[in-house]
T-cell receptor, first 115, second 115 residues
Framework: DQQVKQNSPSLSVQEGRISILNCDYT??????FLWYKKYPAEGPTFLISISSIKDKNEDGRFTVFLNKSAKHLSLHIVPSQPGDSAVYFC??????????????FGQGTILTVHP | ETGVTQTPRHLVMGMTNKKSLKCEQHLGHNAMYWYKQSAKKPLELMFV???????ENNSVPSRFSPECPNSSHLFLHLHTLQPEDSALYLC??????????????FGSGTRLTVV
C-alpha cells in the first residue's frame, strides 16, 4: 500500500516557465510534508516543507501548496532553471501512529528543464 | 568532513559474499536511518536507530543486519544476498527520532550490485 504517490514519472519544461510537481497521499495521519531534490550520484537534499496547519509555504523560487481535503500537495518552481533538473521526491510524516518518526516517500518525478 | 558520508560508493558482490556498508555523520544527530532505493520505486525505510538503539525494523530480511556502535556510525552488514537486493542504499540522519520536521540529511548512497 503506497501511502505517498507521485503519478508523473517525468516532467519537461522550458527554462523560465513554471514547473509544477504533484503528490498525493492517503494517510490522514500525515501532518508534515517535505520535498527533496536528488541529483545523480548524490543523496536527496531537503528543499522545502509544509505543516498541515498551513496551505502554502514559499521559499524563493519554490512554493509548496497543500490541499488537505484532497490529500494533495504540489511544488511550484518559478522561474525554472536548467540547474533545477533533478529527481524530486515528495515525503510525508506523522506526529503519531505507525508513521511516527519516519518519512514515507513517493517514487519521485524526474524534472528536466530545457534551455 | 561534514554531513553524512557513506562508503563504499559502489559495491559488487556475489551471493555468497559477506560485506558491510558504512555510514558516518558529523552533524551531532541522534537518529540514523537506512533506506533502500530500487529502480522506479519509492525510498523504502529499512531500519531506524535512535541514540544507538534500534527503534524500527521495517520487516527487512535477516540477510541485512544493521549495527550502530555509537551515535556517529551506522553499518549495514550483508550476507547471502539475492540479485533483487541490488539497489541504492542510502543512510540518513536527523537531530532526533521524530524530528522529521527538520528533514533528514542523506549520504550519497552505496550502489550495490549482487551478481
Amino acid at each position: 500500500d503506497q501511502q505517498v504517490k507521485q503519478n508523473s514519472p517525468s516532467l519537461s519544461v522550458q527554462e523560465g516557465r513554471i514547473s509544477i510537481l504533484n503528490c498525493d497521499y492517503t494517510n490522514s495521519m500525515f501532518d508534515y510534508f517535505l520535498w527533496y531534490k536528488k541529483y545523480p550520484a548524490e543523496g536527496p537534499t531537503f528543499l522545502i516543507s509544509i505543516s498541515s496547519i498551513k496551505d502554502k509555504n514559499e521559499d524563493g523560487r519554490f512554493t509548496v501548496f497543500l490541499n488537505k481535503s484532497a490529500k494533495h500537495l504540489s511544488l511550484h518552481i518559478v522561474p525554472s532553471q536548467p540547474g533545477d533538473s533533478a529527481v524530486y521526491f515528495c515525503a510525508a510524516s506523522a506526529g503519531g501512529g505507525t508513521s511516527y518518526g519516519k518519512l514515507t516517500f513517493g517514487q519521485g518525478t524526474i524534472l528536466t528543464v530545457h534551455p | 568532513e561534514t554531513g553524512v558520508t557513506q562508503t563504499p560508493r559502489h559495491l559488487v558482490m556475489g551471493m555468497t559474499n559477506k560485506k558491510s556498508l558504512k555510514c558516518e555523520q558529523h552533524l551531532g544527530h541522534n537518529a540514523m536511518y537506512w533506506y533502500k532505493q530500487s529502480a522506479k520505486k519509492p525510498l523504502e525505510l529499512m531500519f531506524v536507530y535512535s541514540l544507538e538503539e534500534r527503534v524500527e525494523n521495517n520487516s527487512v530480511p535477516s540477510r541485512f543486519s544493521p549495527e550502530c556502535p555509537n551515535s556517529s556510525h551506522l553499518f549495514l552488514h550483508l550476507h547471502t544476498l539475492q540479485p533483487e537486493d541490488s539497489a541504492l542504499y542510502l543512510c540518513a540522519s536527523s537531530q532526533d527520532w521524530g524530528a522529521q520536521y527538520y528533514g533528514y540529511t542523506f549520504g550519497s548512497g552505496t550502489r550495490l550490485t549482487v551478481v
